[in-house]
């Protein structure tokens, strides 16, 4: 119990350090882009061999081929009612867009947390807290420049984190009895929904503000997650 709160005090934390880092502090675009890049980089690798494989390994390739469709698709359908219904430029539409992108996030990695020990979420949780430093801190830049004061944008930022923390212990907790096929289902429903995310926005906004190094910065976070894996075994 306590590694999963230290652990969602330090993924959900990075929201909030992230936010704080877009509103005060100096994050170019070039630099941004770069930080987007290296934490999509690093997720992709994570779902993949934290979530993907070890389904496929304790259920089936059936499980684990379904829950992906079906996170991609739910994933692509939110997406698309955020973009063309409420308006993604606006902050309720963009804050929504990044609650929705890391629900299943941190969803998955309360579900890893079962029956794990030490450092067998290092690379899951390591990347999500890469993705969420720089997503906030582009995040929380745009809604000050589009006029919010600074203390409300921090409130929201902050109200974001304890809703994505609420969402890693719900994963915990509410799933510990389920069985291995569900639970498979589960973890692949996330993995595809952050997949279908880095497709639909993670890359492309790397690609848009830092182009020339955005393919470099995608493989340095591969290695960086592989590396966060190996301290694992895994």
Not at 7 to 24: F, K, M, P, R, T
Not at 62 to 90: Q, R
Not at 149 to 159: C, D, F, I, R, Y
Request: aromatic share 6%; glycine share 16%; with cysteine.
């Amino acid at each position: 119990m306590l590694m999963l709160f230290a652990v969602v005090l330090v993924v959900s934390g990075a929201l909030v350090v992230g936010a704080a880092w877009g509103i005060y502090g100096r994050l170019t675009e070039r630099l941004e882009g770069f930080l987007v890049a290296l934490a999509g980089g690093a997720l992709l690798l994570s779902v993949t061999s934290e979530l993907i494989e070890p389904s496929i390994e304790k259920s089936s390739v059936f499980h684990a081929m379904l829950g992906v469709g079906a996170g991609a698709l739910v994933f692509a359908v939110c997406d698309y009612w955020i973009n063309e219904k409420w308006g993604s430029e606006g902050g309720g539409g963009l804050l929504a867009a990044i609650t929705l992108d890391g629900i299943p996030e941190n969803l998955a990695l309360g579900v890893a947390l079962i029956g794990a020990g030490g450092m067998e979420v290092a690379a899951l949780a390591g990347s999500i807290l890469l993705s969420n430093l720089p997503e906030a801190a582009g995040g929380a830049r745009e809604m000050a420049e589009d006029g919010r004061s600074k203390g409300k944008v921090m409130a929201l930022w902050a109200g974001t984190a304890i809703i994505l923390s609420a969402a890693a212990i719900i994963g915990n907790l509410a799933l510990e009895g389920v069985g291995e096929g569900t639970l498979a289902v589960i973890r692949c429903f996330a993995a595809g929904a952050v997949v279908a995310s880095l497709a639909t926005e993670v890359f492309p906004q790397a690609f848009r503000e830092d182009q020339h190094w955005a393919g470099i910065a995608t493989a340095l976070g591969v290695i960086l997650a592989f590396s966060l894996g190996s301290l694992s075994g895994g």
